[in-house]
């Protein structure tokens, strides 16, 4: 729940959310939008288009915001070999497993250099050897300046670095 | 990678084959309706529905009316004369009449009068010679039957534009409960509605057009195959106002829905 509303999807029950210095409840659909922008979000269920292939589903809302159709191509050749993702690029969603997808939805993720990363639930059903890969590319992002807030089960403390951990106790949020 | 399917088709090919095919049958339909009417404005410009009525006389009768004759060929804008039967007579009046059944002597004889319509056409001069030669005969002009044309006219174009338009309005919405998770996803990963909107108007666009221009080629077919109909000079001018007019009311059509259904998606 508090993934959907920092990722802008849902509206918060009360009280007012300020992300990347404003407050969205007083913002137009268009300023959202732009919010939206700098976001990247993993959700917790596979969200997918099925018509599409993997390709498609990782790079079309790069096509749709009208980025260079080189730089789309090059970003997904530099991200595919990190995610182990080459040889079912060109597969439909609906015929690749769940780690896959888990993936797929990071590459989507992350291919836009978001400022702000969710995962939701996402390091649920990943073995360590992906949640290494991950933890790599959660470190090159940071080093770019994205703030990547993790939701739900908490991965293994020796594979991903983690700078806060916070609990929901009593409807706060209270650091461990 | 299709950019340009990504943009602007997102969704099974079916779903535009049924758009187009649809769309297609009810533009020739149209299309059909309309050049009947203007052909039939056009015959009726070029002649005026007119009724002479001779009432039957004991004396001389048919010599008085050879005199009518004589009297009505000497007008120039006159091109015939033909003679309706008394069953058709009594069906014409039949409304006025009811049950009242009248014997065929005291029906006049009536006939359907062909005028040029570039000549002026004055009844009030050719009455006076006539009633002249028998007294009650008379010319007059009846304009009932375009204005009974013209409703049909229009309660056909009606009825079919509601059917166009309850058409599209159903496959439109059903398109966009198909694409809901692309619009989703496309807002979660910023898009603005705008652009979602702008580029499902563009593909749209493209297919109407495509679907005005194959509907060109069939039409012409199936009208040359099946009436051998000679086209009007202004049928171009007709048909790309048709384009325009139906691609605004489809496209704006779209807009609405897409807007109203992007509204009720997410809150945010």
């Known amino acids: 729940m508090l993934a959907r509303v920092i990722g802008l999807i849902d509206k918060p029950a009360e009280g007012n959310l300020y992300l990347l210095g404003k407050n969205i409840s007083r913002l137009s659909r268009s300023e959202l939008s732009s919010i939206h922008n700098e976001i990247g979000i993993v959700f917790q269920e596979n969200y997918f288009i099925n018509e599409f292939d993997l390709e498609t589903n990782i790079i079309f809302p790069l096509i749709l915001k009208n980025e260079k159709k080189n730089d789309i191509v090059q970003a997904l050749r530099e991200l595919l070999p990190w995610l182990s993702l080459e040889k079912v690029i060109k597969e439909k969603v609906y015929k690749l497993s769940i780690a896959e997808l888990k993936l797929a939805q990071f590459a989507r993720a992350i291919i836009g250099r978001p400022r702000i990363l969710l995962l939701d639930n996402f390091f649920k059903d990943v073995d360590s050897g992906i949640q290494k890969k991950i933890n790599y590319l959660i470190l090159a992002l940071k080093k770019i300046g994205t703030t990547v807030i993790v939701f739900g089960q908490s991965p293994d403390d020796r594979t991903v670095n983690f700078n806060k951990k916070y609990e929901i106790y009593n409807k706060n949020l209270e650091e461990r | ?268």
């Open chain 2, 1 to 268: 990678m299709n950019f340009l399917k990504i943009k602007f088709f997102p969704s099974n090919i079916e779903d535009y084959l049924y758009f187009c095919a649809s769309n297609i049958i009810f533009i020739i339909i149209l299309l059909g309706i309309i050049e009947k009417k203007l052909e039939k404005k056009n015959i009726n410009e070029s002649k005026s529905e007119v009724m002479l009525f001779i009432p039957k006389v004991h004396d001389d009768f048919e010599e008085k009316r050879d005199l009518i004759f004589n009297q009505l060929s000497a007008n120039n804008s006159i091109i015939s004369v033909n003679k309706l039967e008394n069953k058709e007579i009594k069906k014409i009046l039949s409304d006025t009449l009811k049950n009242i059944d009248l014997s065929d002597e005291i029906i006049p004889e009536v006939y359907d009068v062909q005028v040029k319509a570039s000549k002026s056409f004055d009844v009030d001069i050719i009455n006076n010679k006539i009633t002249k030669i028998i007294d009650g005969a008379l010319i007059d002009k009846i304009g009932n039957k375009e204005s009974k044309d013209f409703i049909l006219f229009f309660s056909g174009i009606a009825v079919l534009i509601i059917i166009i338009l309850l058409n599209n309005f159903f496959l439109l919405k059903n398109y966009l409960v198909k694409i809901k998770h692309y619009i989703n996803l496309s807002r979660y990963f910023g898009v603005d509605d705008i652009i979602i909107l702008r580029n499902l108007n563009i593909g749209f666009f493209i297919l109407l057009t495509l679907v005005f221009s194959v509907s060109y080629p069939i039409f012409k077919t199936l009208m040359d195959y099946n009436f051998n109909h000679v086209f009007l000079n202004d049928f171009i001018k007709i048909y790309l106002l048709t384009y325009l007019i139906y691609n605004s009311i489809i496209l704006t059509f779209l807009s609405i829905q897409c807007k109203i259904y992007m509204k009720n998606l997410n809150i945010l």
